[in-house]
């Protein structure tokens, strides 16, 4: 990964661990996985997963016994991630062997076929993977036939690799980073939440709102937005585990995929090529710029929404992010006048979004300083940015022209993340990097997630981003 900014910074100015991986190498180092399997296995499965461990070995990586990971209680620690294959009766899901909702990724191992067929739609295929996910009580799925294996995860992320068993480049750079980060909400202790403070009558609004309806009607046909998946609909072994699902997705009724978003307007200061206190290090161009960081705000759908039947007195909500003790802290204001009836949940990518909005002032502090005529700076101070993430990819003739690509090398990690906000950052301080070195206008980035979507982030409006991409999306 690029050195551009350090740990420290992403610390500081995200919240992000200090001891967040970002690179395969130490994915693999910092991996604790065990294997639990079932009480019976097919010779496929079985094989499967010897493999799967000897790979595992190679790459530094130790593979624990179930006897030898768990604790007295019989449950496993935190971090541990558990390799579950075959098929368990209730009393045996590995649900019931951890210690946190939040910190133990289980994968579920099967002898069967994915649950898809190359003419199923994005919804569809999102679906069927949420519902075996809710039934098995697993956070990823891996499916062994006779001559291929299937990863698929939360996200709707599907990665098919033809071969009987895995080999060792495909589990180090497709396996092992979904199973670094486990793909969690925002919790309560993680931001304030700032009930009925986000004004939805002011002029700034309905005009922010304006744009997202266009956005949301623009969208509404194109079946690469993924709209909704409800809790409901979902098949559950019992009601105590529905209950744990509930509780592992902060109750929320569904869960809506991808999200729109406004970044309000930001006047940020040109960046100084002296060290200054209180100024954010950024390396670039072989230069070190010292940008001051400002306070930045975005509008953005709640998490759960129809984003294709937009209501913004009830979907739009604001976050935000301030420094405190030493590291960025998030926010969220929900809309006035709301029932206590209507629960704003903050988006499972507010750091990624939060991610973007920072870089974004970042990005146009260092223009101003290299390209005072540059009009990312004032678009950003008049106009904000919009940021459009969807579970799909673009084609590459439709990069807007000033908009730069980046993200496709990275580690192919899940949404939520702390890895997905560094990436967000660092690819974008890339970007600007290449078109300063190619004199080009910069008016925005694209970031591919690996086998999971793409953000577009700049100065085209959400609704212009919409018409541009409506009928462009294309499944790799």
């Known amino acids: 990964m690029s050195n551009s900014i ?8 995200l919240g992000i661990p200090l001891d967040t991986p970002l690179g395969i190498d130490d994915m693999c180092g910092r991996l604790k996985p065990v294997l639990y399997p079932a009480p019976s296995l097919s010779v496929r499965l079985e094989q499967f997963c010897n493999a799967l ?6 790459l530094g990586i130790t593979v624990l016994a179930k006897e030898d990971a768990a604790g007295a209680d019989g449950r496993f620690a935190s971090g541990t991630v558990i390799l579950a294959p075959g098929y368990f009766p209730d009393d045996l899901l590995a649900i019931n062997r951890v210690t946190t909702l939040y910190n133990n990724i289980i994968v579920g191992i099967y002898d069967e076929p994915a649950p898809l067929t190359s003419d199923s739609l994005p919804q569809q295929r999102l679906d069927a993977i949420v519902g075996r996910l809710a039934r098995d009580m697993v956070h990823i799925l891996i499916f062994v036939t006779e001559n291929s294996w299937t990863i698929c995860t ?6 098919t690799f033809h071969t009987p068993e895995p080999s060792r480049e495909d589990v180090r750079c497709a396996l092992v980073p979904k199973l670094t980060a486990q793909v969690v909400p925002p919790r309560a202790d993680e931001l304030d939440i700032m009930h009925g403070e986000l004004d939805t009558a002011t002029p700034e609004f309905e005009a922010v709102a304006a744009d997202f309806m266009q956005c949301s009607a623009l969208w509404s046909n194109n079946a690469a937005l993924l709209t909704h998946t409800s809790t409901e609909g979902l098949e559950y072994r019992s009601p105590f585990y529905k209950r744990i699902v509930a509780r592992y997705l902060d109750q929320r009724s569904g869960m809506s995929y991808g999200f729109f978003a406004r970044q309000l307007p930001v006047a940020v200061q040109p960046a100084l090529l002296n060290e200054a206190t209180g100024h954010l290090h950024i390396r670039l161009q072989k230069r070190d710029f010292f940008v001051p960081v400002p306070k930045v705000s975005v509008i953005t759908t ?6 294709h039947q937009l209501d913004p007195k009830k979907d739009l909500v604001e976050i935000g992010i301030v ?3 030493g590291k960025g802290r998030a926010w969220l204001k929900t809309p006035a006048g709301m029932s206590p009836d209507d629960v704003a949940k903050p988006s499972f990518d507010t750091l990624t979004i939060l991610a973007h909005a920072l870089g974004n002032a970042l990005m146009a502090s260092i223009l101003m300083t290299l390209k005072p005529d540059a009009s990312f700076p004032f678009h950003l101070a008049r106009s ?10 673009l084609h590459l003739e439709q990069l807007p022209e000033g908009y730069y690509l980046h993200g496709a090398e990275n580690p192919p990690v899940a949404c939520s993340t702390p890895q997905s906000a560094a ?6 301080i890339a970007v600007l990097e290449q078109a300063l070195e190619n004199g080009l206008e910069y008016r925005g980035d694209v970031h591919v997630e690996p086998n999971h979507g793409t953000n577009i982030v700049g100065m085209l409006s959400l609704a212009e981003t919409a018409q541009l991409l409506n009928n462009s999306s294309v499944t790799p």
């Open 53 to 58: 461990v000897t790979v595992m070995q190679s």
């Open 154 to 159: 939360m996200n709707g992320g599907v990665a």
């Open 323 to 325: 420094q405190r003790e």
């Open 302 to 307: 709640r998490s759960g929404c129809r984003k």
């Open 384 to 393: 904000g940015a919009s940021i459009t993430h969807w579970h799909d990819y």
């Open 6 to 13: 350090s740990p420290d910074a992403l610390h500081h100015l």
């Open 423 to 428: 990436y967000s950052l660092l690819g974008k």
